[in-house]
Every structure is written in structure tokens, then in C-alpha cells.
């Protein structure tokens, strides 16, 4: 729960009331590796803060294929919002790569929270509109990457993530094959 009061302190003070309020609505849970979260069909009741592990997000096409929609890492705040909000079925999918330990959110906390005070309505706003932003910021850096670019920056930016998930996995987040991401792999490793 340590990382879960550091990350809501990231968005700016709380008076300690307010945290405690919010905290104490929080559950802790865990998932063992190829664990669904999430499924098909499913209305997403739940916000949710990973501590540990990875997942992997994803929807299917028309042809049945599996397209990774992000692989999510520790210390990330993740739901699927249009579900959430608008508390409809997704057709999206959400499975455990790794174990995984997270905090939950369900959706009538999440309610009674924003309905508490108008400092945590404005506080949950505030995270609500930064992980929008972020999400906003990441589709447009991918859309302006090449595929070599956006592994590089996997590289450097999560290395534990590389290391953890499987390659078919990495390559359809950065929207390319297995076998085009194992010639860039090799490429980079003989330079």
C-alpha cells in the first residue's frame, strides 16, 4: 500500500483525513501468472494500481488474431475507461504475464469518494485527466516512431519489462511481427 500513498502523493497534497478516506477504500489482490483480470464481455467495476507484475491488455480483430492494446507495468494506474464509466461490456481482454500483486478501486468506492469532499473529487479529477493526458501523449508517440524506434525506447526506458515479457507480446504493442522484431533484436546486438 506504500506505493499506492506515493503515487496518489505524485498528484499533489491530500489533507491526511482525506487520504486515509481514500486509502481505506483501496484492496489489495493478487494474480498468478495466465490469471485473466479482465474478460471478454465483462463490465468493468474497478480502477486498479499495479505494485508487481505484468499484464497483458488486448482485443481481438476480425480475424481472431489477439492485438496487444499495452502491456502493463509495475507502478501504473490501468482500468479500461469506457467500460468504467459508461459500466458497459468491453470485448477487451486483460491476462496476467507474470504473478502480479495490484490495488482495486471498485467502481462504488471510487463513487463514494468523489462524492465524499470537493478536495478528493478534485484530486481523483486530477489523476482521471493525467492518465487521459498520458495515454493521449503515448498513442501519438507511437504513431510518430518506427518500430525500431519504439523498441529502442523500451530498451531504455523498462528493461525489466523486455526481460519478462514474451517477444510475440512486445512486438504486437509496437505494432510489428515476431519475426521483424527478432532481426531488429539481432540487428542491435551486433552493433
Known sequence: ????????????DLSPSNMEFLLSHIQQGKLNKGEKLIRANQT????????EGFLHYYTHNDFGNRITLKVISPNYCWTIMESFVNQSPTLDECIALTDVRYCEL???????????????????QNITEQILSAKLLEAKKKSSTTVEERYMDLLHTHPELVQEVPVHVIASWIGTSRETLHRIRRRLSVA
Open 106 to 124: 471498485k467502481r462504488a468506492d471510487y463513487m463514494a469518494i468523489k462524492s465524499k469532499s470537493i478536495e478528493l473529487s478534485n484530486f481523483i
Open 44 to 51: 468493468v467495476g474497478s480502477c486498479y494500481f499495479f505494485e
Open 1 to 12: 500500500m506504500q506505493m499506492m500513498f506515493e503515487y496518489f502523493s505524485s498528484f499533489g
